[in-house]
């Protein structure tokens, strides 16, 4: 079955440093790919997306590339700031018409950006 | 546009009882999706009702149960209640073949078993 794997966390920043949270995935066919945002006490909100291979999802600072090649989507911030303090999920979605948009997520990395 | 909503925000419930969690659509979308995130963890999918019929579902007993209504306002219903149950139920809206199928999510139900 599908599934998806982020680095270990949490990550404890400054403020302007540069971020990145690995996220790798197992699926057949062309998922497409996602990097969902909860803030505190919050539901998720869609970062940003990509749907084929060497697509670039980019948002608010952050960006991630589908690397069919690595299974890989990382997710990457020049500068963070305080107030990207939050946890972020790496999530796909089945290609294909069975798939009923069902998201597969990965257990999350808990970000936590220092004045 | 008035975005997902869910009811209520919290629940405490003991072993053994029955819930039901509720969900209201995002203007214009026909699905709704179910998702169980326990603490410290990635949600996990329940199950996806599209015009009130189920259209997939997770890894999760029957006792876990869900509704549609004309309106796609949906609830999910969790029958003879465990501990493992405790959680934030999420649900999200989405229409397919609008905006690449995009789910926009509620602020969830925080369910706690005692």
């Known amino acids: 079955g599908n599934s998806v794997t982020q680095m270990e966390g949490p990550v404890t920043l400054s403020e302007e440093a540069f971020l990145t949270i690995n996220c790798t995935y197992t699926?057949?066919?062309?998922?497409?790919l996602f990097w969902y945002v909860q803030y505190p006490g919050e539901g998720l909100q869609l970062l940003l997306k990509?749907?084929?291979?060497?697509d670039k999802g980019s948002n608010k600072g952050f960006e991630a590339t589908y690397r069919k090649e690595t299974t890989s989507f990382h997710l990457e911030k020049g500068s963070v700031q305080v107030s990207d303090s939050a946890v972020y999920f790496c999530?796909?979605?089945?290609?294909?018409?069975?798939?009923?948009?069902?998201?597969?997520f990965g257990q999350g990395t808990i970000l936590t950006v220092h004045p | 546009e008035t975005g997902v909503t869910q009811s209520p925000t919290h629940l405490i419930k003991t072993r053994g009882q029955q819930v039901t969690l509720r969900c209201s659509s995002q203007?214009?979308?026909?699905?709704v999706s179910w998702y169980q995130q326990a603490l410290g963890q990635g949600p996990q999918f329940i199950f996806q009702?599209?015009?009130?019929?189920?259209?997939g579902r997770g890894n999760f007993p029957p006792r876990f149960s869900g509704l549609q209504f004309p309106n796609y306002s949906s609830e999910l219903n969790v029958n003879a209640l465990e501990l493992d149950d405790s959680a934030l139920y999420l649900c999200?809206?989405?229409?397919?073949?609008?905006?690449?199928?995009?789910?926009?999510f509620g602020p969830g139900t925080r369910l706690t078993v005692l």
């Open positions: 999200a809206s989405s229409r397919p073949g609008l905006a690449d199928n995009e789910q926009f």
């Open positions: 699926a057949t066919g062309y998922p497409s």
């Open positions: 990509a749907t084929k291979a060497d």
């Open positions: 999530a796909l979605r089945d290609a294909g018409g069975t798939s009923y948009g069902k998201l597969t």
């Open positions: 203007s214009g979308h026909n699905t």
């Open positions: 009702y599209y015009r009130e019929e189920e259209n």
